[in-house]
């Protein structure tokens, strides 16, 4: 049973097209996290949901909306993609303050 | 002084070495401290947390320094699948941002 399960784990499409990341965690957490890793390998946090309210969102365009319907439960839509969107994103889960668990990445590639 | 800073590296060392990097962090309300493993192509994962006394798992031994706002990460005896990058991260008391250090690449050799 994989506790932090995202999918896709591979997406290409072009710009200016709408996607969505689904992420979903088995492990009864309270906060889900989605990370951004760009080309340099950087993990820099774009939204935190904790008991599906917001409660961080970074300097992430507004073209990124989270959608958290249940606690257990953290999507990523992003319209209109842009060539610098590509990167892998990370979603993660934890009790509020404590460790991180991470699903496995999906790679987002904008052509 | 940026939130969480790491040297970059690569730091090669041969196997069986010991190998030590440090993580500076700017923040001085944090509150835990963890070093996580993240191999290529793959998610981060929970190598140890960091307790202020200090803490051992095996060949892997953390340490924190509140005073000097540094967490280090030591690794004897080491092997080639410890070959990966190493990420510093720090989560402060109340604004439940979580934030990574950007890694440190290790390759042991042959």
């Known amino acids: 049973d994989t506790a932090v399960s995202q999918t896709p784990k591979y997406l290409v499409t072009q710009m200016g097209n709408d996607k969505s990341i689904k992420c979903e965690q088995n492990l009864g957490h309270d906060t889900m996290y989605w990370y951004k890793q760009d080309s340099k390998k950087f993990l820099k946090i774009m939204f935190s949901y904790n008991n599906k309210e917001l409660i961080i969102n970074e300097t992430v365009p507004n073209r990124f909306s989270p959608k958290s319907p249940d606690k257990a439960h953290l999507n990523l839509h992003i319209n209109s993609l842009e060539l610098g969107d590509s990167a892998v994103y990370f979603c993660a889960s934890s009790i509020r303050g404590g460790k991180l668990f991470f699903g496995s990445g999906t790679q987002l590639s904008v052509l | 002084r940026k939130e969480v800073e790491q040297d970059p590296g690569p730091f090669n060392v041969p196997e069986g070495a010991t190998v030590a990097f440090n993580c500076t962090y700017s923040?001085?309300?944090?509150?835990?401290f963890f070093w996580y493993r993240q191999d290529c192509r793959k998610e981060p994962k929970l190598l140890m947390s960091?307790?202020?006394s200090g803490n051992e798992d095996g060949r892997f031994t953390a340490q924190l320094n509140r005073a000097s706002q540094y967490i280090s990460l030591l690794i004897r005896d080491s092997k080639l699948s410890d070959s990966a990058t190493y990420l510093c991260v720090v989560a402060p008391g109340r604004d439940d941002k979580i934030i990574f250090g950007k890694g440190t690449r290790l390759h042991i050799l042959p």
């Open positions: 960091v307790y202020s």
């Open positions: 923040n001085s309300a944090s509150q835990s």
